[in-house]
């Protein structure tokens, strides 16, 4: 069973132009929204692979993970680009 991504449009589907235009004007926040699709695609690959939820690094990775949307999700309410 594929976990479901956790793309910024799908869990913010009210700011998907900001997103967008984020991503396309803002190289900052795109590389931090490349990072982000990456740990994602990580902790899922170990959610599919069925690693136990008390595994360390795997936490740390969803801290991670839940850092970095936090941050974004900050940068895309602002609506501001920063080059």
């Known amino acids: 069973m594929s976990i479901a991504a956790h793309e910024l449009e799908l869990d913010f589907p009210e700011h998907t132009d900001t997103i967008k235009r984020l991503i396309k004007d803002d190289m900052e926040f795109k590389l931090e929204n490349d990072q982000y699709r990456k740990l994602d695609k990580q902790i899922r690959g170990l959610q599919d692979s069925g690693i136990g939820t008390d595994d360390e690094h795997y936490s740390s990775l969803k801290k991670q993970r839940a850092y970095l949307k936090q941050h974004l999700y900050n940068r ?5 680009t920063h080059h």
Do not use: A, K, L, N
């Open 76 to 80: 895309i309410t602002d609506g501001t």
